[in-house]
C-alpha cells in the first residue's frame, strides 16, 4: 500500500510545480497594508534564464575567441536575417535578375545608381534603344582601316630602318651638346674653385697681425696628444704611488749628479778613415763605462731607502730643493725649512712632502700628515704677525690644508675647533676683538669649509664666536674698531652665499656712524632698547667736516685724525651698503623690511649733515634709491590682515546627541544632503555585492565551458586513437595470417 500511495504522489506533482524549486520568504510578523514583493521565488527558473543568457553573451564570445575570421553576409539587413532559408534565396535570386537588367542598353551609359551619361540633355542609352542616337554621325564615329592599303614587309623595313637613323643621329647630336656644355664648366670652375675648397688657406703670419684667443686655443688643441683607449683611467692610490716612484727616480739622479757620476767618457765616433785591416764589425762602444769608486758609491746610494736619509733642517732660498722630503719632526724644523723661501717654492715643498707621505703607501703615513696638517694649522696664526701681510704664502696654505681636510675630515674639523676654543678662551673675562692672526685664520677658515650649509662642525662655532665678538666686545681704542670693520667684512663673506641675517654685525657697524657722529645709539628712540656695548663717542667723533681722500683702512694704527675717522665711516657706510645687497630677492625682502627700514633711519641721520663729503653722500643716494625700489616690492608682497568675509564654521564637537522622541523608521539625520548620501551609498553597497556576484557566476561559467571543451578534445583524442590502434590491430592480425598460411606452405 505504500508503494502505491508513493507513486500516485509522484503521479500527481508531474504537472505542478515541485516544492524544492520553489523558495518562500516568511515574515516574522503581519504587518498590514505592507508590500511584499519577491516573497516566492522559482530557483530553477531563475538559474536557467540566467544560464540561457549567458550562453547567448559569454558563450558566443568564447566560441569566437582566437578567431580573427568571422562571416558577416551583408546581403542581408538585421531584419532579413531571421527569414527562412527558401525566403532567402528567392530575394537573391531576385535581386540578381535585378542587377543583370540594370546592365542592359539603359544602363551601359551610367556612372552609379543615380547618374549617367548623357547627350544634349537627354539619356544616352534610351536614345540608343529607341534608335534615335547614331553614334557615327553624332561624335565622329572611329577610323575605319582600309585592308587593301596595309603595308607590305619592305615597306614596314624600311621605316624601321629610316627610324633607327633619325635617333641615332638625335642621340649623336645630344651627346655633343653635352661635351660642349661639359668644357664649359670646367672652364668656370676655376672661376669658383677658391669657394669651393674645404680647407682653409694657410695664410702667412707677418710681425703685425697677432692670433686672437679663439686661434690660439685652436692651435694648442691641434697639437694636443690625444688619449688613447689603452690607457685607462687609474686609481688615486695607483697615482700616488706613480708620482713616488717618479719622486725617488729623481732624487737618485739628483744625487749622481753631486757626486758626479754622471760623467761619461766622450764616445768615439768611427769614420771612414779607421776602416783598417784589423777592423772589427761587431764593436760596440761602451756607454755605461765608469770608474769603479763611482759605480760602487751608486749602488749604495741606490740601496738607501727614504725613511733613512737624514731630515732637512734648512735650505737656502737659491738651494735645490730634494725631491724626496722627510716629514719634520717638530714645527720649528717646518718653519726654518720654509721661512726664507718664495711662495713658489714653498708650494714645491709642502707637494713634495705630501707626495713622499701619501695615506696610500704606508699605515703610519696618516699619523705623519695629522702632524703636518696641524704644522700648516699653526703656520695660518704666525703669518698673521708679519706685516705687510703676505697674501700668496697663505693661498698656499690654504689649497694644501683643503686637500688635506679631505683626506682626514673629522681629524681636520677637530684642530680647527681647538684653535677656535683658545681664541673664545681669550673672551672669558672680557670679551675683546680677535686678534690679527685671529683674523687670518677666520678667513682662511671661510676658504677651506663650506659656509652655505645650515648647521656644519667648524662653520656654526666660527660665526657664533664672531657674533659675540661684535656684540659684547669692549672698544677701548680705534684700533679694536679697525679690527671690528674687518671682522664684519669677513661675517659677510660667511652670510653671502647662503643669505642669511645676522643683526651683530649691522648692529655694530651702527654703532660706529652714530658714534661718528658724535651721538649716543641709545638715544634714539629705534635703538634704544640695544644691550650691546656702546662705542665711546670722543674716538670716533670727527670734529670739522671738509674735503677728505677716501683711502683703504690699515690694519693697525698708532695716530689718529680726521682723515682716519672718514675713511673708517665710508668704510662702514659701503660694508652697510653690502649687507643690505644680500637681500635682493623679491621673495626675502618682505620679510627683511624691518632691517632695511634701520638702515633707512641711519641715511637719513648721515643726509641731514650739511658739509658731509660729495663722496660719502653719492654712496648714500645710490643706496636710498636701492632701498625705496625694495621697499615698493615689500610692500606690494605683503597683504594686510583682513576679517573674515564668511561665517566662521565651528570645531565639530564629540558630545552625543539624544533624541527626546524616538521614530525607528525616521531618518536618522535631519540634513537633506546627508540623507541623500547615505541612500546613494547603500545603493552602491547592493550594487556592488549583486556585481560580484554576477562575475563569480561568469567566472564558474567559461571555467565550466572550459572543462567540457578540454573534455571534448579528450573524447576526439581518445577516439582517433582507439581508431588508430584497432586500424594497426587488424593489419598486424592479417599479416599473421599471411605468415601461417606461409608456413603451412612451406612444409
Known amino acids: 500500500m505504500g508503494k502505491r500511495k508513493g507513486k500516485a504522489r509522484r503521479k500527481n506533482n508531474q504537472g505542478g510545480n515541485n516544492p524544492f524549486e520553489s523558495r518562500q520568504q516568511r515574515s516574522k510578523f503581519n504587518v498590514m497594508n505592507k508590500s511584499t514583493k519577491g516573497t516566492k521565488v522559482n530557483i530553477v527558473k531563475a538559474r536557467s534564464d540566467a544560464h540561457q543568457k549567458r550562453e547567448?553573451?559569454?558563450?558566443?564570445?568564447?566560441?569566437?575567441?582566437?578567431?580573427?575570421?568571422?562571416?558577416?553576409?551583408?546581403?542581408?539587413?538585421?531584419?532579413?536575417?531571421?527569414?527562412?532559408?527558401?525566403?532567402?534565396?528567392?530575394?537573391?535570386?531576385?535581386?540578381?535578375?535585378?542587377?543583370?537588367?540594370?546592365?542592359?542598353?539603359?544602363?551601359?551609359?551610367?556612372?552609379?545608381?543615380?547618374?549617367?551619361?548623357?547627350?544634349?540633355?537627354?539619356?544616352?542609352?534610351?536614345?540608343v534603344k529607341e534608335g534615335i542616337l547614331d553614334l557615327d554621325d553624332d561624335f565622329g564615329g572611329f577610323e575605319k582601316v582600309d585592308p587593301e592599303k596595309s603595308k607590305t614587309r619592305e615597306e614596314v623595313m624600311k621605316d624601321v630602318i629610316a627610324k633607327s637613323k633619325y635617333y641615332r643621329a638625335l642621340r649623336a647630336e645630344e651627346k655633343e651638346e653635352g661635351f660642349e656644355k661639359m668644357q664649359q664648366l670646367d672652364e668656370e670652375l676655376n672661376d669658383i674653385k677658391n669657394l669651393l675648397s674645404i680647407k682653409p688657406t694657410k695664410v702667412k703670419r707677418t710681425g703685425e697681425k697677432k692670433l686672437d684667443e679663439f686661434d690660439q686655443l685652436a692651435l694648442e688643441l691641434e697639437s694636443?696628444?690625444?688619449?688613447?683607449?689603452?690607457?685607462?683611467?687609474?686609481?688615486?692610490?695607483?697615482?700616488?704611488?706613480?708620482?713616488?716612484?717618479?719622486?725617488?727616480?729623481?732624487?737618485?739622479?739628483?744625487?749622481?749628479?753631486?757626486?758626479?757620476?754622471?760623467e761619461q767618457e766622450p764616445e768615439k765616433t768611427i769614420g771612414g778613415d779607421d776602416l783598417f785591416d784589423d777592423y772589427n764589425i761587431d764593436y760596440k762602444p761602451n756607454k755605461n763605462k765608469k770608474r769603479g769608486k763611482l759605480q760602487s758609491k751608486k749602488k749604495d746610494i741606490k740601496a738607501v731607502p727614504l725613511s733613512a736619509t737624514e731630515e732637512i733642517t734648512s735650505l737656502g732660498p737659491e738651494e735645490e730643493i730634494p725631491f724626496t722630503i722627510v716629514m719634520p719632526s717638530s714645527y720649528a724644523n717646518f718653519t726654518s725649512l720654509i721661512d726664507d723661501q718664495s711662495p713658489r717654492?714653498?708650494?714645491?715643498?709642502?707637494?713634495?712632502?705630501?707626495?713622499?707621505?701619501?695615506?696610500?703607501?704606508?699605515?703610519?703615513?696618516?699619523?705623519?700628515?695629522?702632524?703636518?696638517?696641524?704644522?700648516?694649522?699653526?703656520?695660518?696664526?704666525?703669518?698673521?704677525?708679519?706685516?705687510?701681510?703676505p697674501q700668496?704664502?697663505?693661498?698656499?696654505?690654504?689649497?694644501?690644508?683643503?686637500?688635506?681636510?679631505?683626506?682626514?675630515?673629522?681629524?681636520?674639523?677637530?684642530?680647527?675647533?681647538?684653535?677656535?676654543?683658545?681664541?673664545?678662551?681669550?673672551?672669558?673675562?672680557?670679551v675683546r676683538m680677535p686678534p690679527v692672526s685671529g683674523l687670518i685664520f677666520l678667513i682662511a677658515i671661510s676658504h677651506i669649509w663650506p659656509v652655505s650649509d645650515k648647521r656644519h662642525v667648524v662653520i656654526t662655532p666660527v660665526m657664533l664666536y664672531m657674533a659675540n665678538c661684535l656684540f659684547k666686545a669692549e672698544i677701548t681704542s680705534i684700533n679694536d674698531v679697525l679690527k671690528g670693520l674687518m671682522l664684519t667684512d669677513i661675517f659677510l663673506n660667511y652670510l653671502t652665499p647662503a643669505q642669511r641675517y645676522s643683526a651683530e654685525p649691522m648692529n655694530f657697524l651702527t654703532r660706529v656712524i652714530f658714534s661718528c657722529l658724535g651721538k649716543d645709539i641709545k638715544e634714539h628712540p629705534l635703538f634704544c632698547n640695544l644691550i650691546s656695548t656702546s662705542i665711546d663717542t670722543s674716538i670716533l667723533k670727527i670734529e670739522t667736516w671738509g674735503k677728505f681722500k677716501a683711502t683703504p683702512l690699515p690694519i693697525k694704527v698708532e695716530e689718529v685724525s680726521d682723515d682716519l675717522k672718514f675713511n673708517i665711516l665710508n668704510t662702514a657706510v659701503n660694508t652697510l651698503d653690502k649687507y643690505t645687497n644680500i637681500y635682493q630677492d623679491e621673495e626675502r625682502v618682505a620679510g627683511y623690511l624691518d632691517v632695511l627700514n634701520s638702515v633707512k633711519v641711519i641715511h637719513k641721520e648721515l643726509l641731514n649733515?650739511?658739509?658731509?663729503?660729495?663722496?660719502?653722500?653719492?654712496?648714500?643716494?645710490?643706496?636710498?634709491?636701492?632701498?625705496?625700489?625694495?621697499?615698493?616690492?615689500?610692500?606690494?608682497?605683503?597683504?594686510?590682515?583682513?576679517?573674515?568675509?564668511?561665517?566662521?564654521?565651528?570645531?565639530?564637537?564629540?558630545?552625543?546627541?539624544?533624541?527626546?522622541?524616538?521614530?525607528?523608521?525616521?531618518?536618522?539625520?535631519?540634513?537633506?544632503?546627508?540623507?541623500?548620501?547615505?541612500r546613494l551609498k547603500k545603493e552602491f553597497k547592493q550594487e556592488y555585492k549583486g556585481a560580484e556576484r554576477e562575475l563569480k557566476a561568469d567566472a564558474v561559467f567559461i571555467a565550466r565551458k572550459k572543462r567540457k571543451r578540454e573534455a571534448e578534445i579528450d573524447e576526439e583524442k581518445t577516439a582517433y586513437t582507439k581508431k588508430v590502434y584497432s586500424f594497426l590491430e587488424e593489419q598486424q592480425r592479417d599479416e599473421k595470417i599471411v605468415q601461417k598460411v606461409k608456413r603451412r606452405k612451406i612444409l
Do not use: W
Not at 683607449?229 to 697615482?239: D, F, H, K, M
Not at 697663505?394 to 675647533?417: D, G, R, T, W
Open 345 to 389: 717654492r714653498q708650494d714645491t715643498i709642502i707637494k713634495r712632502i705630501r707626495a713622499c707621505h701619501h695615506l696610500s703607501l704606508s699605515p703610519g703615513n696618516r699619523d705623519k700628515l695629522k702632524v703636518f696638517l696641524q704644522y700648516l694649522m699653526r703656520r695660518i696664526f704666525s703669518l698673521g704677525k708679519v706685516f705687510p701681510f
Open 56 to 127: 547567448n553573451t559569454l558563450g558566443i564570445e568564447l566560441k569566437r575567441k582566437n578567431k580573427d575570421n568571422v562571416f558577416d553576409d551583408r546581403r542581408f539587413t538585421r531584419e532579413e536575417e531571421n527569414m527562412p532559408h527558401e525566403e532567402k534565396m528567392l530575394l537573391l535570386f531576385q535581386r540578381e535578375r535585378q542587377r543583370q537588367f540594370n546592365e542592359t542598353s539603359d544602363n551601359l551609359y551610367s556612372l552609379g545608381t543615380e547618374t549617367s551619361l548623357t547627350h544634349r540633355g537627354k539619356n544616352i542609352g534610351k536614345k
Open 609 to 678: 649733515i650739511e658739509t658731509l663729503p660729495r663722496v660719502l653722500k653719492t654712496t648714500l643716494n645710490r643706496t636710498s634709491n636701492k632701498l625705496k625700489k625694495r621697499f615698493k616690492v615689500a610692500h606690494s608682497v605683503l597683504k594686510p590682515l583682513q576679517l573674515h568675509k564668511k561665517k566662521i564654521v565651528g570645531l565639530p564637537l564629540y558630545t552625543p546627541d539624544y533624541m527626546t522622541e524616538y521614530q525607528p523608521n525616521a531618518a536618522k539625520t535631519k540634513d537633506k544632503r546627508e540623507r541623500e548620501v547615505k
Open 224 to 262: 694636443e696628444a690625444r688619449g688613447r683607449p689603452s690607457q685607462p683611467l687609474q686609481t688615486p692610490e695607483a697615482v700616488a704611488q706613480a708620482e713616488m716612484e717618479r719622486l725617488q727616480q729623481l732624487e737618485r739622479q739628483r744625487i749622481e749628479r753631486m757626486l758626479g757620476e754622471d
Open 392 to 430: 700668496d704664502p697663505l693661498n698656499v696654505l690654504i689649497y694644501h690644508i683643503f686637500q688635506l681636510c679631505h683626506q682626514m675630515p673629522e681629524f681636520s674639523a677637530n684642530v680647527a675647533k681647538e684653535h677656535i676654543s683658545k681664541l673664545q678662551e681669550r673672551n672669558k673675562e672680557v
